[in-house]
């Protein structure tokens, strides 16, 4: 595997073409004060999967695509409400 960057967070809006906005929650503890702070990051990440809101997502640091965009959707690591679907699908027969 390559050295880029690679996050994994939780798409929160997908209704730009080919663009979804992906959140990137980070935990760490304050150098001086030891308290854990959580941070959120929000990222523009360019999508040729078809993601949706709610799914977690890796996304891959890329080469510039445009102004707001330098990253790419790598793999869906886990699609929001599929289990339920089928679950649903299956009492419906």
């Known amino acids: 595997m390559n050295e880029r960057r690679r996050m994994t967070g939780t798409v929160t809006s ?3 073409m080919k663009t979804v906005v992906v959140k990137v929650d980070r935990t760490y ?3 001086l004060y030891r308290k854990v702070v959580h941070a959120s990051s929000k990222v523009k990440a360019h999508d ?3 993601c949706n809101i ?3 997502v890796t996304i891959v640091e890329v080469a ?3 102004r707001d965009k330098a990253w790419s959707v790598e793999t869906i690591v886990k ?3 599929k289990s339920l679907d089928i679950a649903a699908e299956e009492v419906v027969e």
């Open 79 to 81: 699609r929001e409400g």
């Open 48 to 50: 040729l999967l078809g």
């Open 29 to 31: 503890r304050h150098p």
């Open 14 to 16: 997908n209704k730009m």
């Open 54 to 56: 709610g799914d977690i």
């Open 64 to 66: 510039p695509i445009s």
